[in-house]
């Protein structure tokens, strides 16, 4: 497959010029290709830790604990909301309504932010037409008793509210890592794209005092071509220092450059 032929070449870095007639398609593969592969540690990180921590929940509870009258016979057992009545009991908290044992099924039309505790489903609605659903109550790792939650007091009651919140807000971790991910791969690819045009016009400048000359578009499959390297170093240094990894992987860019443009460029133009 192409793909190893172009990380082989991304190793002989005297035979850059060589290269910088392949196709396009084959190089904007390359590119996502190598990308994707630099990012990877982090990307496996926000899934490791859920991805961003929504708190608007948890945070809320710690600021300041709900004076709620829960009802008794209700509580989380076993991944799923059970309650002796039909009863609905709606409280407030800090702009968000709360509504246990929620008994529709429609809540696309929902234009306040809610959030609706059904048998098997959380649903928070963002009071703008959007909500997010979590299924059979995976946030909980333990039974809640809302008993318990009436009864507690103090340090303890804040305790139990915020562990409460942080369940919640985990019942939805399927869309917050989807969001994180996909927000965080599409800024670094076009941040790497966006330092692919950069590093063009740098190679460009080269081209004082050659007669013949790579064009802007060869320059930047050039580029492309100086990030495989650059991204297994970054593959590896992210599983140490996720953070890190962005930084080595535009300097080893950069460095790549520079050394194939004072090294090789004079041999190969005149």
């Known amino acids: 497959m192409f793909i190893f032929n172009y990380y082989r070449y991304a190793f002989q870095f005297s035979k850059f010029f060589e290269h910088v007639k392949e196709k396009w398609w084959k190089v904007l593969i390359f590119f996502f290709i190598v990308s994707l592969v630099s990012i990877f540690p982090m990307s496996l990180l926000i899934v ?5 921590r929504l708190n608007f929940i948890e945070e809320s509870f710690i600021s300041e604990t709900p004076e709620w009258q829960l009802p008794n016979d209700c509580s989380i057992v076993a991944r799923k909301l059970v309650c002796d009545t039909d009863e609905v009991y709606e ?3 800090r702009g968000i309504t709360y ?11 929902i234009t306040e932010k809610q959030v609706l505790l059904m048998d098997s489903q959380i649903v928070y609605t963002n009071g703008q037409g959007e909500y997010m659903i979590g299924y059979d109550y995976q946030g909980f790792e333990d039974d809640v008793s809302f008993r318990s939650l009436n009864l507690a007091t103090g340090e303890e009651k804040a305790l139990m ?6 369940q919640l807000e985990s019942s939805f ?4 890592i989807f969001y994180t991910l996909l927000v965080n791969t599409a800024t670094s690819i076009g941040l790497y794209a966006f330092f692919v045009l950069i590093m063009s016009l740098v190679i460009q400048l080269f081209r004082f005092g050659y007669t013949s000359f790579i064009t802007y578009g060869e320059s930047m499959k050039l580029v492309v071509f100086a990030m495989g390297v650059p991204s297994v170093v ?3 240094v992210g599983f140490l220092e996720p953070s ?7 300097f080893g860019i ?7 443009m004072l090294k090789y460029a004079k041999k190969i133009f005149r």
């Open 161 to 166: 509210y915020a562990s409460f919140g942080r």
């Open 173 to 176: 971790s399927n869309y917050i």
């Open 244 to 250: 890190f990894a962005p930084v080595v992987f535009q």
């Open 234 to 236: 970054s593959f590896v």
């Open 48 to 52: 490791q830790e859920d991805g961003w």
């Open 99 to 109: 509504i246990i044992n929620y008994q529709k099924q429609d809540f696309n039309d």
């Open 91 to 93: 409280y407030e908290h």
């Open 254 to 260: 950069g460095i790549i450059i520079m050394i194939v």
